[in-house]
């Protein structure tokens, strides 16, 4: 579903609720309101369809059921793998090294600082690319003991690059490290199966492909040792106590059924789109540089995920400009839009002063169509050259 009067090109914040998952929903926002761990026949019927959705992501990812736990996002499950985690590992190793990357998304990073600030962390960073890529050989490069956890995002939220998960895994494993994977930006967007990924741990969350806000999941590989990081009710197995959102769960597990279809049916009409958009865009606008990957190569980058840096831009200013024309986009992230700052993620990648403050990101969906694109191409062309003109750039 289109947002009215707007071209939506912000997927990679979030998606439209998509209609279907809202119908599952509907019974258990409206009559079957019942608490998930009661005992009576609503709530065994609500614990059946929580059970439902647990097995269908399962499936999707190559997981046992019982290696799922339901959460509120994204950000809380990357904070219980990670503090989870580290808590196991405390009584062994008494401040564990965690190895993780400058282009993870504030819900791992700011955990991991806030954990090496009070010292319950040896925090060291690997290297990053120029395209955004963490290279299994830099997170080999950062291990100094024998063992901890290794924290490495599947695909990036700015730049939409996708890391070697498996590469990384593989040394991770030979040196005793425990390996979580934010999957949150490629889970519905590409495949991933947590055995081809080879991880111990990975989040994701209901609300970027399609599903409701405030729902996420967590999966921890059977044997990985982790504890609880706040306590309760004890329900999903003592790790997420709190009582079930039954809804969002049932409408993940929907979203997640119909992303799984769309990866097959939809995701080469999304990258010809992608490319549309960047040809248009790289085109018809000097001074530009695509961020993230620029090789081509199928499966670097995420299908509907483009950004770009322009010279002598504010990125905030085109972002105003665009939205002025009905168009939803954003510099980046959701925390740095807005503010004049660059990104943790471009200064990362070391782009040139002039163009770090220029940074745009257009996200597509199932939804997005040609006509949008073109529409989108324009605007941000007649949006650069009149903020290059009014600045002098
Ligand atoms: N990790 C990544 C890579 C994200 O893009 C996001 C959301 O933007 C999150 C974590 C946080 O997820 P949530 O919004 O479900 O808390």
Redesign the pocket.
Known sequence: MAMSNHIYMDN???TALDPQVLEAMMPYLTDNYANASGTYNPASKARSAVNKARKIIADMIGAEPDEIFFT???????NIAIQGVVRALFPKEKRPEVISDDL??P??RETLKALAKTHLIDLKMASTDIEGFILPSAVSDSIHKHCGLISV?H???EIGTINDIRGISEIAHEQGYTVHT?A??SFGHIPVNVDMLGVDLL?A????LGGP??V?LLYVRRGTAISPIMFGGGQEKGLRSGTYNTAGIVGFGRAAELAAERIRTDSDRIIKLRERLVSGIMGGIPHTILTGPVSGTDGQRLPGHASFAFKGVQGSSLVIGLDIKGICASTG??CSAGSNEPSHVLRALKLPADYINGSLRLSLSHNTTAEEVDKVIEAVKNEVFKLREIFGN
Request: glycine share 12%.
């Open positions: 990679a914040a979030t509120s996002g994204g950000t809380e499950s990357d993870e998304h819900a791992v995002m695909a990036n939220n934010d949150v930006q989040s969350s209901a609300h970027k806000k405030g996420g992230s959701a």
